[in-house]
């Protein structure tokens, strides 16, 4: 049995790399146009500003450290992701809004009303079981 022609599996490799080149545009173009990033764009104003934070109508699970600054907010894919830091400092922790619907921005706060789901810290949270309790909610601080 002959070998295939070099110049095949040659082809075949640039043809990857075209494909992988298509799939990541894509993605991005997918992302500047989704609605996680238009939420992330009206909330940047938020970003370094101290708030507590509320999911499903809870505190967050490290109650001992209430209160957070944002420290950026971007959307990636159909996730809503917004970096904190605890006011007493530390480490950045992430908040993960995926697939986030729609958002209020009030003066006293900022309501995500639905998403998938929501995790902190990279765990996911119980969601309420009330269907009119908002996703997220981000009340300012001073």
């Not at 095949?8 to 640039?14: A, D, N, R």
């Not at 298509?22 to 989704?34: E, K, V």
Request: proline content about 6%; aromatic content about 8%.
């Amino acid at each position: 049995m002959e070998d295939p022609p070099r110049c095949s599996l040659v082809l075949s490799s640039m043809n990857f790399l075209w494909i992988l080149a298509a799939a990541a545009l894509l993605f991005l173009a997918a992302t500047a146009n989704s609605k996680a990033t238009r939420i992330s764009r009206s909330l940047r104003p938020f970003v370094k500003k101290v708030v507590r934070i509320e999911v499903w109508g809870r505190g967050i699970p490290d109650s001992s450290r209430p209160m957070f600054e944002i420290d950026s907010i971007a959307g990636f894919g159909a996730g809503l992701l917004i970096h904190f830091r605890a006011t007493s400092g530390g480490a950045r922790i992430l908040l993960k809004v995926a697939q986030p619907r729609s958002v209020t921005v009030r003066e006293d706060r900022v309501e995500i009303q639905s998403a998938a789901y929501v995790s902190w810290a990279g765990g996911r949270l119980k969601r309420s079981v009330d269907a009119q309790v908002p996703a997220v909610v981000l009340y300012p601080c001073g």
